[in-house]
Each structure stands twice: as structure tokens, then as C-alpha cells.
């Protein structure tokens, strides 16, 4: 992609008594201030993963492209219990390492990595003593436990593991008994948080099913708060809010209105293939520049980024995926200093063209300007303050600033 069309400034400026009010605009909830959510503000990018048995027809069934996201083919192509059943004996991923995972992401510059632990199949990435017939180890030629090696990966090179869980809809625990299965998931996420390190955040998701409501939420909030009083969630009563829990989620396809996010703290999460988490064979692939302008978007608006990408049923990468990590990877180690530990909505600077500006969280007087699509015409660019800007650089090198 092409670099030229974003390029930066770092702005250092004297702080006049005008300035003071501004730095009151943002973080007025506790949660947007508590040490339990600093990592989670100051890491600003990530990455999650849709992996497991979907990955396997990735997108077609018995020779039909079925449309609509690929973890989906199930419920999507109607899928019998049986015959899905059946790809659980076939799931032997032999090019899957964790190490070589993580490392990718954290090359790409990801500070945390969320893999989906039971998607809404029902079926377990991890060695589950809750079922004996529906996971990684019981189920699969392959008896890995993949949550744990990611887990250990995670610790190894630094990077912050989060977890999804479909807490709300599970096609394989029949769900019309839910104190049964409020059983059967509370145990799970008890494993998933005693067995597995340290984990950031939990991602629930399913909340849309007529089973849930607003006191089953809140209870699980609790619940898993007291089982690790340090852990975050996203909002288990509405993943498009961030009213409840410890953050919302403007996820593709179901963003909520951009005023919404100037209150409480908001993960924009987005597709590396459009519509599908999973892999698909046959769906096409975004281009990095669009996905590195929303992320920079994101950080203006004081919000993290969660790139999604669907291994192979193989466990690799697929190849289009690997060349947008490495476009992160690339931009973010020129300009990452203008991403992570920041904050967004800054005010006061007017600017003649297209361009999101963040802050730097640990010293105010520092502003990044981020432009997004450099004038073509134009041979330079007015920023307009209310204060006098000390000094303008730019964050890579190879931009003459005159
Ligand atoms: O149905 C799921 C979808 O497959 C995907 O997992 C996303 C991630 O948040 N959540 C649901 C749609 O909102």
C-alpha cells in the first residue's frame, strides 16, 4: 500500500491556561480512568481469531458458495447435527503453532490477541471437562489443547491474552434446559479462567438470543469478576454499548452511532475478508491502507482496533491475511507512537484537509496529526490552534519537512 498517502506530524506545543479544560473532555466514566483498564487503553491495537470446524468447508458446502459469515455454514447451509459432527474427525491442523501465531501478531504490532475458545457450534478449542463429546480433545484426531498454547505463547512474547466465549447461544448444549446450561457455561468459563494465565479481557457474545436478558448479564458480569477481580468484559447486555460491563464494541456490520462513543471505553473490531470472521475460500480481502485508516480512526476517536482474522482449517495463515499483518507491522513501527498510549477526541486544532489527530496520554503537549489522504494538488497543509505549536517533525523520516 501506499504510504505517502498517510503521513504524520507530531505537534509539541506550550500548554496555555486555555488548555486546561480540554484534557476534561474524555475519560469522565471510572472505567475509562481505573487501573484495571490501563493495558486496555494504552494498547490501542489487537488482534482475534476465528478458528474451528467452520474453518474446514470455509465458506462452501456440498459445492455451493454459501453466503454470509463463514462460522455461520451451519446454521446457513442447514447443516444436520451429524453431518457437522463429522468435520470434528477431519480437524487435524498440522501446521498450527502458537508460537509462530503470535509471533506474527506481535510483528504486526498487536498488543493483545483474543482467540474465540466456543463459537456459536457449541465446539471447544480447549480440553473441557464440562463435555466429553464436543471438544478439541475427545472430538479430534488432533488433542491439542490449542487455548493453552496460545496461552503460552501470549506470556512468551509479551502480548496480552483475551478470550471469546459464546456465552448467549450454543448450538450443540441444547439450551432450551438454560439452569442446565448456565451450568455447563459457568463451569467453562471457571476453566477458562483458572487454567489458562492471566487473562485481559472476556468477550461475550450472543446476547441477541431470546434466553438472555439483563439479570442473566449482570450476573455474569459478577460471577466472572469474582472469579478474577482484574479481568474486563464487553457489555454481556449489549455488545454495542458500553453502558454495562467495561467496554463496547463497534463491530463490522453492527456499529452503533459514532456519538455513542464519547462515553465509556470502545473496541472498533474489523474483517481483513469482507463479510466473514471465519476463513472463506471464496470471499474477498480488504486492502490494508482502508484497514490501517480505521484504526487510525478508531485511536482519534479513543478507541482500540481488533483486527479479525480466520486461519486455515490447516492452521496457517492464509497468505492474504499475512501480507495485511505485515502492512500493520510495518506502518506501526514508524508511526505507532502516534497509536499506542494515546487518546482521541482532541479539540481546539482545525485542519484544511482530510486528517484525525490523537494525543499522547502521558504528555498533552505532544499531538499527532494523522493524514489520511495527502492534498494532491496542494503543497502544503493550515493547521489552526488555539495555542503556539512549539515544533512540528514527522514521525517517518524519509517525509522532508520544511
Ligand atoms: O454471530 C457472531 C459472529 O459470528 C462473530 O463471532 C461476531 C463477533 O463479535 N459476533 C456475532 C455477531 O455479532
Known sequence: FNTNSMKYFKLTFVI????????????????????RSSWFRDARVGMIVHWGLYSIPAGVWKGKQIPWYGEWIKDRASISDTDYAKLASRFYP?????????????????????????HHDG????????????????????KRDIVKELSDACQQHGIVYALYYSSGLDWHYPSSNWPSYKKYY??????????????????????????????????????????????????????????????????ENYSPPASDFK?????????VQYNTWGYKSWEPWKKSADLIRDMIDAASLSMNFCLNVGPKADGSFPPQALAILKDFGRWLK???????????????ISINFDCRITQNTSNDSVWYVHVLKWPETKKSI?????????????LDQSILMK
Open 334 to 348: 514508524v508511526n505507532g507512537e502516534a497509536i499506542y498510549k494515546t487518546k482521541g477526541f482532541v479539540k481546539n
Open 186 to 251: 459457568y463451569n467453562q468459563l471457571k476453566e477458562l479462567l483458572t487454567n489458562y494465565g492471566k487473562i485481559g479481557y472476556l468477550w461475550f457474545d450472543g446476547e441477541w438470543t431470546t434466553q438472555w436478558n439483563a439479570k442473566e448479564a449482570e450476573e455474569l458480569y459478577n460471577y466472572v469478576r469474582g472469579l478474577d477481580p482484574e479481568i474486563m468484559t464487553n457489555n454481556p447486555k449489549k455488545k454495542g454499548s458500553s453502558a454495562f460491563g467495561d467496554f463496547g464494541l463497534d463491530e
Open 16 to 35: 496555555l491556561f486555555t488548555a486546561s479544560h480540554l484534557f476534561q473532555l474524555s475519560y469522565a466514566q471510572s472505567s475509562q480512568t481505573s487501573k
Open 94 to 118: 498440522e501446521k498450527f503453532n502458537a508460537d509462530e501465531w503470535i509471533r506474527t501478531a506481535a510483528d504486526a504490532g498487536m498488543k493483545y490477541f483474543c482467540i474465540v475458545t466456543k
Open 263 to 271: 462515553t465509556g471505553l470502545w473496541e472498533r473490531d474489523r474483517l
Open 123 to 142: 465446539f471447544c478449542l480447549w480440553n473441557t471437562k464440562e463435555n466429553n463429546d464436543w471438544n478439541i480433545k475427545s472430538a479430534t484426531p488432533f
Open 382 to 394: 493550515k493547521i489552526t490552534t488555539s495555542f503556539p505549536i512549539t515544533s512540528v517533525a514527522a
